[in-house]
């Protein structure tokens, strides 16, 4: 019996940042961390997609001067990526209680990232914060 063995990489990637990340918080912005962004090819724009039916949203990565594209700005000090669409909530009247995390985000064969809004989660970080109601 022959078994073949994948070799797991150390060092290119930081742990923590190596499994496929995105949230989103009230005001539309998605952000996606360095390895979700360089497994979608790193595009300058994403196309923001809605599927009503099934609550799901997609990131089809396009070039930037494509009608409707959504630039891919950069967030934070590492790799990081947001994407401002404040317009899928209000066109598809999506009410976020706080800042949500997408825990089972996925990449499909043709690069674009899959959010399933109802298996997304508030994050844990966006009740650290002390806030005013």
Known sequence: M??????VPRGD???????????????GE????????????EPAAFLVM????NSLIALKPTAAAMK????ARKHGRRNGRVIRAF???QDNNIKLPDTIEFK?????????LI???RTARVSPRAHSQCRKK
Do not use: C, F
Request: hydrophobic share 35%.
């Open 2 to 7: 022959q078994i073949e063995w994948a070799v």
């Open 13 to 27: 990637v930081h742990p923590s940042d190596s499994r496929v990340y995105a949230s989103m918080n009230r005001k």
């Open 30 to 41: 998605i952000v996606l961390n360095g390895t979700t962004y360089n497994r979608t090819g």
């Open 50 to 53: 809605y599927n009503q039916p």
């Open 68 to 71: 409707n594209a959504y630039p």
């Open 87 to 89: 317009r899928l909530l």
């Open 104 to 112: 089972d985000a996925e990449i499909d064969k043709d690069g674009v």
């Open 115 to 117: 959010l399933d809004l």
